[in-house]
């Protein structure tokens, strides 16, 4: 009895999770906001005023406009060399609904951008994101000692694809 109850309770809540997440306009379709794009502290344009009910995973790239969730290939770069690197959708989220209320979404702090290959992992800088969009752009510098082969640059939040690059 107390199994066929919780079974019941349970498929309550996610009939009611799902009918609440599909009333919403947009749903489904990522951030529907009219606001026009407007450009972040960083000068990255960014879509909606960032309260979108989707969220998205943390993003890195080279280049400042990049579509999201478009993979790029392995950059191919020299040790020593500097990047422009841009981070988008770094922030915190509240996608249940949030009509409900809630924390809204905040730009993470103080995330350390690394390089890694191998076994070996190197902080290039420590940055944080801004508002609106969890954005953020740092110019960092490959270190001299990198190996010829495959490595990649990620953050400290580690929620994001690692930005792929080859050492020549």
Sequence with gaps: MTVR??????????ALTVAACSQQPGAGQGNTDAAAPSQDASGIKVEGNGAAASCV????S??????PGARARAMTVSHGQTLQVYGFGYQTCNDVNPNLGGPSAGPFRDLVVFVVQGQRRLALATVSAHAPGGAFRASVRLPADLHPGPAFIRTS????APLRIRVR
């Design 5 to 14: 109850l919780g079974a019941i309770v349970l498929a309550s809540l996610l």
């Design 157 to 160: 939040e580690l929620a994001e």
């Design 57 to 60: 995973a943390p993003e890195l």
């Design 62 to 67: 080279t280049r400042v406009n990049t579509v």
